[in-house]
């Protein structure tokens, strides 16, 4: 497989769930992103990790966490959201975390019910 | 204001028809200038990027960048169905924050 996966495609999870999503990207970069896209809205950075570090945490609430246990895998884990958190929630890499180069996933689009 | 405003449209043009989108942003800072392109139900995908002021131009697709009126513009001649998409503009100072639009949604109707 190639490219940036993410799973789910789809969630749907109570305000007072635990879950997690994944990302994998196959393509050897060292930066990964995790963005949040709501309807008519700019994306929205949320976790920076470079070489498996994080270097930017964009004000993003505690009730999201993130995780890169490798160069290859990005977790966002998710607790006790709220409705407003639904939006699809993309990953991206790149070979070095800088402007250009991204690969985006697919995507998991979220409700929060 | 928004640091970057990019109007949502829709835009709707028959097929062969000349697309025009552009973006206009406040931070003077910005250098790196870029478009993608996003299909429903997938991810963004890099379609044009540039550096500093200039056209550049890729097949059907040409960007300019104006950073004089902090302008930029996305066109895309003889326009076909498969260009209909989400169009995102973003620009960066000098790293990998990334300032984008809302996004335009264009149809070309066949």
């Known amino acids: 497989e190639t490219g940036v996966t993410q799973t789910p495609r789809h969630l749907v999870m109570g305000m007072t769930n635990k879950k997690s999503l994944k990302c994998e990207q196959h393509?050897?970069?060292?930066?990964m992103y995790w963005y949040k896209q709501s309807a008519k809205k700019p994306l929205e950075l949320m976790f920076v990790y470079s070489l498996e570090e994080r270097v930017e945490n964009n004000s993003v609430p505690s009730r999201f966490s993130p995780e890169c246990p490798n160069s290859s895998h990005l977790f966002l884990h998710l607790h006790t959201l709220q409705p407003e958190d639904s939006a699809l929630y993309l990953c991206?890499?790149?070979?070095?975390?800088?402007?250009?180069?991204?690969?985006f996933g697919s995507g998991t689009r979220l409700t929060v019910v | 204001q928004k640091e970057v405003e990019q109007d949502p449209g829709p835009l709707s043009v028959p097929e062969g028809a000349i697309v025009s989108l552009n973006c206009t942003y406040s931070?003077?800072?910005?250098?790196?200038f870029m478009w993608y392109r996003q299909y429903s139900r997938k991810g963004p995908e890099l379609l044009m990027y540039t550096y500093s002021s200039g056209n550049k131009e890729d097949g059907r697709f040409t960007a300019q960048v104006d950073k004089s009126s902090k302008y930029i513009s996305l066109f895309i001649r003889d326009s076909q169905p498969s260009d209909s998409a989400t169009y995102l503009c973003?620009?960066?100072?000098?790293?990998?924050?990334?300032?984008f639009g809302a996004g335009t949604t264009v149809t070309v109707r066949a």
């Open positions: 973003a620009m960066s100072a000098y790293d990998y924050k990334l300032s």
């Open positions: 931070n003077s800072a910005f250098q790196y």
């Open positions: 991206a890499s790149s070979q070095a975390a800088g402007p250009y180069g991204y690969t």
């Open positions: 393509l050897g970069h060292n930066a």
